[in-house]
DNA sequence: TCCTTGCGTCAATCCTGTTGACATAAGGCG
DNA sequence: CGCCTTATGTCAACAGGATTGACGCAAGGA
């Protein structure tokens, strides 16, 4: 097998086009390349061409196609929440949580719409949940709670997120396709079969936008209203978190 | 263009493995194949092979993989949302299409994955979202903010019932991975760097489960509460806006 | 200076979607 | 009943994808 990858290399040669290959240059390149001609313009073939190398001098690198995204989607975590403290607001600090994750998602749609599906249970994804739940303790939800609604709400975020993420990955055409479907297919609805539709048809555009921020907002409203301690501007029962 | 779609179809012919080709055959031997080979077995190749015909045999039903595709989630959708008529109570009527739409993904956990996020513009999709419209605007919300909050509830549901269904997806050995590391990595922490996993430590259990119900009954209970009115069984000055 | 070996390159293999030309039979119509 | 149009299944070909085995260059230790 000629796919290899060893943690630490020593003896590097330059390829034909001068370029001294290196994981960190790669994922670099692949990033570059989703950001400026879309996510469908990786491909092995075009990073190798991008970075002047053959295509096949990747997997020295990498052990194949998914691996590669991998290491992508762990740089992408680790830039997200790089530097996130959150206040006194509890609601703030959700919101702004949410916000990152989604941030960084969107950076890099094709590598998240790729990596949503898994669990990490690495430093990053721990120090997340630990500040989460330690968000809505402060909010006065006893443990059994703040552990479900931590859950429902990281739920929330990171499938809204993926979903956002896995449209942007699209070509740009289906994704102008689907953009235009709600000005095309559904402004020519019989109004008799379908009046609630025919009813909001001035609206309808909207239906092509992300619905992560009103839905970050509808569910921190809810959890306002759930929280057992209403007014707390003392945020400071001893151990503030 | 060899690819033109018709409507109806009169003349058919059987292929020569005695096939006869409709779109339903079509989208019904895709999610067969998906069902038992996973996503990646989806191949207009190796779908002809499964039909019994040319694979170019399908550009007659379909202009491409995406045309393809998006029959595919409509089917979906339709199955779950089969028979499916609303009440009065409108929070009632979100939830049972809730639950519907997510007991239609985790059928067909592995088409959900790329079908949750595309716009069918089949008539299932457009009798969903029909009837999700009609069920806010009943609740007396304005076209503007019931066509957003459609929007923010269908993605919601859209969102969590995907991921669900990618996590029934997984192989059993990767899933109860998943569950078990609740129990293994985050019992194990250093109280000091993460004091409020550890005053949960007995709670995290929860996190191996779906939030899909809590999260659907919070988002309900925020548009609830943004109901203008609450208490409205006379739905009927006529023209409502 | 030489020898080992890391690693970039080349060529080949087997996939994929898609399409233009072709053939054949279904079914309307005389 | 038979012909003719044409819908539709088949075939062959092309471009581009991931991946890999063989090859050979050169970097670096000895």
Redesign the interface.
Known sequence: MPTRVPQERRRRRPTRAGVLLSEDLIVETALRLIGEHGPEALSVRRLGTALGCDPSALYRYFHGTDDLVLAIADRIIGDAMAGFVPGDDWVAGLREMALRVRAGYLAHPRAAAFAS?R?T?RENE?RA???G??LL?SAGFA??D????Y??FI??V???A??DA??QALPRQ?RDA?HQ??QD??QR?DPAS????T??R???H??G?S?FE??VE??L???A??APARRAPEPDPH?S?
Do not use: K
């Open positions: 599906y669990v249970r721990i949940v630990e500040t739940i330690a303790l443990p059994a703040a552990t479900r609604l859950l429902t739920d929330t990171l499938s809204h993926a979903m896995a449209f289906q689907d479907a709600w297919v559904y609805l379908y009046p609630a539709l009813g909001v001035q609206e309808l909207t239906m936008n619905s009103e839905a509808l569910l409203e809810a959890l209203g759930r151990s978190n």
